[in-house]
T-cell receptor
Framework: SQTIHQWPATLVQPVGSPLSLECTVEGTSNPNLYWYRQAAGRGLQLLFYSVGIGQISSEVPQNLSASRPQDRQFILSSKKLLLSDSGFYLC??????????FGPGTRLTVT | QKEVEQNSGPLSVPEGAIASLNCTYSDRGSQSFFWYRQYSGKSPELIMFIYSNGDKEDGRFTAQLNKASQYVSLLIRDSQPSDSATYLCAVNPFSGGYNKLIFGAGTRLAVHP
């Protein structure tokens, strides 16, 4: 079975600072990878997904970007954080029949 | 706009009772359906998935799908306080591709002793 790692677990960053969140997957190859954001008390918002190295699709226009430099590595970045970027960021991996499995998440607070 | 609707709750049930969680979806061509459990402060955990009309049982959990009514539900038998969580319904729409899921906002379940 696959294991999804995310770091850091929590992050407090000032407005205007850069961001880099990392997700790595073990136990599978060539997965589809996803970044979601969950605002407090809200549902999951799909931000980006990737079907392979270097292939990124964006779901929501924003000041965030994503990259997939290796098969099992997915990175979420920002050059300048906004207050509205606060939330719980989740990386997910999927194969085969489409079930998505989530990592432990990164809780980001922008101050 | 593809949508997945859930009652936000809270749904309060006594310990030992059956909890019934419901979800409707707008895309008639949707092919696969998932239920996730999310404890407060934690990431979602997949507990059930269903692709065909009818019931699918796994331990105390039963997923029910009615594609004609665009309705999927999750039954939890013999509810325990440890089942208290938010339950997210997710749908893979026919045109979604790449196994993209559309999530509902979740139903909060509270099981009281």
């Amino acid at each position: 079975s696959q294991t999804i790692h995310q770091w850091p677990a929590t992050l407090v960053q000032p407005v205007g600072s850069p961001l880099s969140l990392e997700c790595t997957v073990e136990g599978t190859s060539n997965p589809n990878l996803y970044w979601y954001r969950q605002a407090a008390g809200r549902g999951l918002q799909l931000l980006f997904y990737s079907v392979g190295i270097g292939q990124i699709s964006s779901e929501v226009p924003q000041n965030l970007s994503a990259s997939r430099p290796q098969d099992r590595q997915f990175i979420l970045s920002s050059k300048k954080l906004l207050l509205s970027d606060s939330g719980f960021y989740l990386c997910a991996s999927a194969r085969g029949s489409g079930e998505q499995y989530f990592g432990p998440g990164t809780r980001l607070t922008v101050t | 706009q593809k949508e997945v609707e859930q009652n936000s709750g809270p749904l309060s049930v006594p310990e030992g009772a059956i909890a019934s969680l419901n979800c409707t979806y707008s895309d008639r061509g949707s092919q696969s359906f998932f239920w996730y459990r999310q404890y407060s402060g934690k990431s979602p955990e997949l507990i059930m998935f269903i692709y065909s009309n009818g019931d699918k049982e796994d331990g105390r959990f039963t997923a029910q799908l009615n594609k004609a009514s665009q309705y999927v539900s999750l039954l939890i038998r013999d509810s325990q306080p440890s089942d208290s969580a938010t339950y997210l319904c997710a749908v893979n729409p026919f045109s979604g591709g790449y196994n993209k899921l559309i999530f509902g906002a979740g139903t909060r379940l509270a099981v009281h002793p």
